[in-house]
């Protein structure tokens, strides 16, 4: 095992499950971990778009679908979140991974399309869909991405496999869009997320959630500092709460602590592996019987785990072909749909509990004097 999967395993001893909430079938349970963390010093992608530091747009003026580029003017790291999406220019996107963008720094950065119906400039450079991939969306491109990294030493994705799950979801919660844009489910379901954030408001001093959908854990995010937890709220839960609502309001079982500590512990038996991030550190990848996810790490600091579950325990891999195969740039145009995403599986609890194993392979590190 690599030296620096070692170490990662070294950074985390503690988390406890802390806390609950819920709204109708999303069902959210609360990180925290006890050990003290060096805190890294970066802005997030709408703090730095808001603030005028960072400029994203296409790569070149033709475009390319899988990559797009961004400019960091700031005297800050710039932390990018997996499944973000940014809206403007010759079509939507989505990031495929987790990365952190150094300091006055110019670099690509690997992209999904979430609008196949379009290839056409909107604007000249992106904003913020203040979104992300919905939840399901996110589990099916880390997958990807995994095996991106393992062919192609890269967080690739497969193009047509993510419109297909576009186009179901879109289905799937009556939206039209002319150009299959996966934004206007959100501004369609604009009123119904807007009370569940009036629910489910962000915890104070966690670093992370377990999220659940109608009594099934779907996954969970874990970030460095309740800061970016807190900034980074609206769009994990929007991501959820827009797959909960395909459940039956009447679905709104619960799932005793117990379950969702196995569960996490589980990754105590998955298989990582260590890919050079994108941006500044490393990538490690997660791969277990019941979990799988990816862990960013930069300056031998933790920045964000995911974590999701496998549907029914297996672990399906991409088609290798399908995930590696490249996208020239040109028009965007729907392909036959790709495989759906399995409907991601979800629950958590609510007394504090230690998550305990797999976290202290992880992320254990000792704590800062």
């Known amino acids: 095992m690599p030296a620096a999967t070692l170490d990662l395993f070294d950074l985390l001893k503690s988390v406890k499950v802390d806390g609950h909430q819920q709204y109708e079938a999303l069902e959210i349970f609360h990180l925290r ?33 899988p990559q797009i580029k961004i400019i960091n003017r700031s005297d800050r790291m710039v932390f990018l979140m ?37 290839w056409g400039y909107q604007s000249l450079s992106f904003s913020s869909g203040h979104s992300s991939s919905h939840h399901q969306l996110r589990a099916m491109m880390d997958r990807q991405a995994t095996q991106g990294y393992k062919v192609a030493g890269a967080p690739r994705s497969d193009q047509a496999a993510v419109w297909g799950e576009v186009s179901r979801k879109l289905d799937a919660m009556g939206s039209r869009s002319p150009s299959s844009e996966l934004q206007a489910m959100y501004r369609d379901q604009d009123c119904n997320l807007a009370q569940a954030m009036e629910q489910l408001p962000a915890p104070k001093d966690c670093h992370g959630a377990v999220f659940t959908i109608a009594g099934k854990i779907s996954g969970a995010d874990l970030f460095d500092q309740p800061e970016t937890l807190r900034k980074l709220w609206p769009k994990l839960v929007r991501s959820c709460a ?3 609502f395909e459940a039956s309001k009447e679905n709104s079982a619960s799932t005793a602590l117990p379950e969702v500590v196995a569960w996490l512990e589980h990754a105590s038996c998955a298989t990582p592996t260590e890919f050079p991030s994108p941006g500044i550190g490393l990538d490690i990848r997660l791969e277990g019987q019941d979990i799988f996810g990816a862990g960013l790490l930069v300056q031998d600091q933790p920045v964000h785990v995911e974590l999701f579950r ?40 609510s007394q504090q509990g230690r998550v305990g194993t797999w976290l202290h ?3 254990r590190r000792n704590p800062v004097t």
């Open 33 to 65: 971990w006890t050990a003290d963390i060096k805190r890294l010093d970066y802005l997030t992608l709408d703090e730095a778009l808001e603030a005028k530091r960072i400029e994203v747009v296409e790569l070149s003026q033709h475009g390319q679908v």
């Open 82 to 118: 997996a499944g973000e999406q940014l809206v403007g220019c010759k079509q939507n996107r989505v990031l495929n991974a987790s990365m952190m963008v150094p300091a006055h720094r110019e670099m690509p950065i690997p992209v999904t399309c979430v609008e196949g119906g379009r």
């Open 242 to 244: 827009v797959d909960s």
């Open 310 to 349: 496998s549907v029914g325990g297996n672990h399906a891999r991409p088609n290798s072909r399908s995930a590696t195969r490249p996208v020239t740039a040109g028009p965007a145009r729907q392909s036959s749909p790709g495989p759906s995403a399995a409907p991601g599986d979800v629950p958590a609890a």
């Open 361 to 363: 392979r992880i992320f």
